[in-house]
């Protein structure tokens, strides 16, 4: 079992906050013009009494606007930083620059604009909501769950504040923290499918098999295309004894989700399951196409690898994983991290004794 579905999750949930600011915009841009636009009434009665200079930055904040409607974000950062050195007080303006840093994949520089702005406003929900998203972009999870705690202390009726603090405890493996999180979000916003995935991932890793299959079925319930419950499912079906319902399950994953590593790892998973080494092969390869240094199908192949006889070619790449993550060297964190059964696990087993045994 993988966790490469978590991203979909955050994703979503980032675009339906978006649709929740901008009343169903639903997409970046949206929310980079919404952030843009706090206090811009307020700051255009200002500007039309404060002279030629402070209007002067009101124009470049404007043209900055224009050029991000078209997503010219480099002619936008531009005027804004024109506006800025013409008012360095102009709150929308440095709203929007963070903003705009976030989109260009700048989130160290967006988050700075965000702090300053606060520290002016420290009860505004929509700009902890901005700060949350680029922690995340910077994969700062212990910050992901201070904010989203500010989050419930100012509003606990959010539901999207106890999805993110489900995300981050996810990421930081806090699975028996994570699950009341996520079951909180679902209580608001039922049927969402992304949560449900997730909420199936740590359903597994806590060991509840029965109820990690039954997210995934009402994930499926709610979007019947979404492919990473599928997946996730047919993994689940096929390591505890239904390889024909999981390889079935695998495929709509495949169909769904062309584009998503784990759809691959997990059907690749199911290839060694029936012995058909060739093929498991070939999905862990496009998966490490999509995602390279995806460790999921790097063990994938080492263990297949193994299964195949190759097994100085396996150890070799076990022991570049236990380089990268020690806990490969941990029997108990593989097992309980890969959810592997049977031949799987006897390799994974072996792997780990060789690899800690005296070269």
């Not at 039309?48 to 900055?64: E, Q, S």
């Not at 079951?183 to 597994?204: I, K, N, W």
């Amino acid at each position: 079992m993988n966790r490469p579905f978590s991203f979909l999750l955050i994703a979503m949930a980032v675009m339906m906050i978006l649709s929740l600011i901008t009343g169903g915009a639903g997409n970046t841009l949206g929310l980079l013009i919404v952030l843009g636009g706090i206090g811009f009434g307020a700051y255009y009665l200002e500007a039309r009494f404060n002279g030629i200079t402070k209007f002067g930055a009101f124009i470049n904040y404007l043209h900055a606007r224009n050029f991000l409607s078209q997503r010219k974000f480099q002619q936008a950062l531009e005027h804004l930083d024109k506006s800025l050195e013409q008012n360095p007080n102009l709150e929308p303006a440095r709203t929007l620059r963070s903003a705009v840093l976030l989109a260009m994949g700048k989130p160290g520089g967006a988050i700075e604009g965000i702090d300053d702005l606060l520290r002016q406003n420290p009860r505004d929900v929509n700009l902890y909501k901005a700060r949350i998203a680029m922690h995340i972009a910077q994969e700062k999870y212990g910050s992901v769950v201070m904010d989203a705690n500010q989050l419930i202390n100012i509003d606990p009726s959010i539901p999207e504040a106890y999805l993110f603090r489900a995300y981050a405890r996810h990421r930081l493996e806090q699975y028996d923290l994570a699950l009341p999180d996520y079951q909180q979000f679902l209580s608001r916003v039922p049927g969402h499918a992304p949560a449900l995935v997730s909420m199936g991932e740590v359903y597994f890793h806590l060991g509840d098999i029965e109820n990690a299959l039954q997210a995934y079925s009402d994930a499926l319930e709610s979007m019947p295309d979404f492919g990473p419950a599928y997946s996730n499912r047919g993994f689940l079906l096929a390591a505890y004894g239904d390889l024909v319902g999981g390889m079935a399950d695998a495929e709509q994953g495949v169909t769904y989700a062309p584009n998503e590593p784990g759809v691959y790892y997990n059907r690749g998973c199911i290839y060694i399951m029936r012995g058909d080494y060739e093929k498991a092969f070939a999905d862990f390869h496009h998966a490490l196409e999509i995602k390279p240094n995806y460790q999921h199908a790097i063990a994938g192949t080492a263990i297949t690898h193994y299964l195949a006889g190759n097994r100085s070619q396996a150890q070799q790449i076990w022991q570049e994983l236990t380089q990268t993550e020690e806990r490969f060297a941990d029997f108990a964190w593989v097992k309980e991290r890969f959810g592997w059964t049977g031949n799987l696990l006897e390799a994974a087993e072996t792997l780990v004794k060789m690899d800690s045994s005296p070269h």
